[in-house]
């Protein structure tokens, strides 16, 4: 089956530090991509959706300049978390949409935890 | 999207089947009813999903009433690997390449000996 790789698996940074996750489709092409954000013990929450080669669309109340999505191939998407406070700490997670298979299917990755001090 | 209601939790022994029920009262003819599960820590996992017609893969059944306005997620064999939360999404089928899943707050499964 189509496999998402996330890297890193988790990772703890400074405040006030930035870091990047990285989302890889590994054996298919993903036109769209999704980020989720899942604090301890609630649901996952959409972030943001890109297609690759365009800008990301933000949902509400999540600031694009702070959360930087880049989706440049059809295998990769990034998400940078600037200038990250202890409150960014969560669980990230991403997900692809196979280009070549049924619309209906998306498949996420492991997830990245982010602690920040 | 329409909304969905869950049990917040379930319990299953270890070898029976478990039911999981959902709510999906408001959703509309061209809505699919579909079911992940997340294991602590870790990403979503795809199980199934329906239109109108039951459905069966190997992980899970899917039974969704003549009027759709519910469903059940049917695992025959729990086994303690099975122990998860377990999200009832309902999403429009034609969203095409915007479309997205919406996590509700899902059932805790807990699968015990």
């Known amino acids: 089956g189509a496999v998402v790789s996330q890297h890193p698996s988790w990772v703890i940074c400074k405040s006030g530090t930035s870091v990047k996750i990285e989302c890889r489709s590994l054996?298919?092409?993903?036109?769209?991509m999704f980020w989720y954000r899942q604090f301890p013990k609630q649901s996952l929450m959409l972030m943001a959706t890109?297609?690759?080669?365009?800008?990301?669309?933000?949902e509400q109340g999540v600031e694009k300049d702070k959360f930087l999505i880049n989706h440049a191939s059809l295998t990769l998407s990034t998400l940078t978390v600037t200038s990250a406070h202890p409150e960014d700490s969560s669980f990230y997670i991403c997900?692809?949409?196979?280009?070549?298979?049924?619309?209906?299917?998306?498949?996420f990755g492991p997830g990245t935890r982010l602690t920040v001090l | 999207d329409a909304k969905t209601t869950q049990p917040p939790s379930m319990d299953c022994a270890e070898g029976r089947a478990a039911n999981l029920p959902c709510n999906h009262s408001?959703?509309?003819?061209?809505?699919?009813v579909y079911w992940y599960r997340q294991i602590h820590s870790q990403g979503p996992q795809y199980i199934i999903h329906?239109?109108?017609n039951n459905e069966t893969n190997e992980m899970a059944s899917l039974i969704i009433t003549e009027d759709r306005k519910s469903s059940t997620l049917i695992l025959p064999h729990a086994t303690l690997r099975d122990t998860a939360v377990y999200y009832c999404?309902?999403?429009?089928?034609?969203?095409?390449?915007?479309?997205?899943?919406?996590f509700g707050t899902g059932t805790r499964l807990q699968v015990t000996l």
């Open positions: 997900s692809a949409r196979d280009r070549a298979g049924s619309y209906n299917e998306q498949f």
């Open positions: 054996d298919f092409q993903a036109t769209t």
């Open positions: 890109s297609n690759e080669g365009s800008k990301a669309t933000y």
């Open positions: 408001t959703i509309s003819g061209n809505e699919y």
């Open positions: 329906g239109l109108k």
């Open positions: 999404i309902v999403r429009d089928a034609n969203t095409g390449t915007a479309s997205k899943l919406t």
